[in-house]
């Protein structure tokens, strides 16, 4: 039972747009920045999002996020096989604890 | 490059103790504070610990709380995970991360602690 609450699955064809909800509470996503991971099979989770909406450099404008009182979104537009992960969001909550969502497995179909 | 190495996992029997390592690269280690992350087989991520860039704040979750310690040798660039009293609920992929106001934006390949009797 992780703090925060995704979907456990996404999917979408290739060239769609797609969106993962993230869930949380005043405590954390209420009061703190969201994060972004992307985990490509086998591999580290690698940073997508940064403050909510920002894009480390190298990650593709397909890829945005945003967020609105105690929740958060991950929009992948112009879907492509690539992007097939899973994806995570997390938070710090207010006690500066470390706080992510139980992920969700994106399909390209 | 920035690069972070974890190592020092393996199976241990419950009741036991592990310390794992991470040795960094390619950075100012002594600039930044580090997060231990883990994942159990099949399921998804976990924050454990993190440490300040000069060990002043140190927080854990309540899963290891009493259990783990997180250090760093900052003149040896590598941190530490010191963990006693291992369950099996502990068998996971641990990760160290490096963090900073972009979040965790560097993670290392991680090591496996499998604990089992």
């Known amino acids: 039972q992780s703090v925060l609450t995704q979907p456990p699955s996404a999917s979408g064809t290739p060239g769609q747009r797609v969106t993962i909800s993230c869930s949380g509470s005043?405590?954390?996503?209420?009061?703190?920045?969201v994060y972004w991971y992307q985990q490509l099979p086998g591999t580290a989770p690698k940073l997508l999002i940064y403050r909510n909406n920002q894009r480390p450099s190298g990650v593709p404008d397909r890829f945005s996020g945003s967020k609105s009182g105690t929740s958060a979104s991950l929009a992948i537009s112009g879907l492509r096989s690539e992007d097939e992960a899973d994806y995570y969001c997390a938070a710090w909550d207010d006690s500066l604890r470390g706080v992510f969502g139980g992920g969700t497995k994106l399909t390209v179909l | 490059e920035v690069q972070l190495v974890e190592s020092g996992g393996g199976l241990v029997k419950p009741g036991g103790s592990l310390r794992l390592s991470c040795a960094a690269s390619g950075f100012t280690f002594s600039s930044y504070s580090m997060n231990w992350v883990r994942q159990a087989p099949g399921k998804g991520l976990e924050w454990v610990s993190s440490?300040?860039?000069?060990?002043?704040?140190?927080y854990y979750a309540d899963s290891v709380k009493g259990r783990f310690t997180i250090s760093r040798d900052n003149a040896k660039n590598s941190l530490y995970l010191q963990m006693n009293s291992l369950r099996a609920e502990d068998t996971a992929v641990y990760y160290c991360?490096?963090?900073?106001?972009?979040?965790?934006?560097?993670w290392g390949q991680g090591t496996l602690v499998t604990v089992s009797s």
């Open positions: 991360a490096r963090v900073n106001e972009l979040g965790a934006d560097y």
């Open positions: 005043s405590s954390n996503i209420g009061s703190n920045y």
């Open positions: 440490i300040s860039s000069s060990s002043s704040y140190i």
